[in-house]
């Protein structure tokens, strides 16, 4: 079984225990959450998939921990016009374990 949730503008497809690190979400480390942006829905013979999210479905987890992603460097410059400019960003992340995905019939 697996579902597809929505997270920060993306989407992920996730599986009961699988860990999974998606946007900050301002949640303590070790306590449980309930994601309901369940975009789609799949127990290997039938798909659901809402309109734009499934109706009563849920994945509930666990957060393991926060954190921050590896550097990602921007550079921009104009070619003969002495402009350069180096930005560097770390993203934030929240590592979330997959416990459970629900469907309320």
């Known amino acids: ?12 497809k996730i599986k009961e225990g699988e860990r999974i690190r998606l946007e900050k979400i301002d ?3 070790g306590n449980e959450i309930k994601i309901k942006e369940v975009l789609a829905l799949s127990d290997g013979t039938n798909t659901i998939i809402g309109n734009p999210y499934v109706e ?6 666990k957060v393991i921990t926060h954190g921050r992603h590896k550097k990602v460097i921007v550079f921009k410059y104009k070619r003969r016009k002495d402009y350069k400019k ?16 629900y469907r309320e019939a």
Do not use: C, D, W
Request: neutral net charge.
């Open 1 to 12: 079984m697996y579902a597809i949730i929505e997270n920060g503008g993306k989407q992920y």
């Open 27 to 29: 949640v303590p480390e």
């Open 56 to 61: 009563g479905a849920y994945v509930s987890g």
């Open 86 to 101: 180096k930005i560097g960003h770390r993203q934030h992340f929240t590592e979330f374990l997959v416990e459970r995905i």
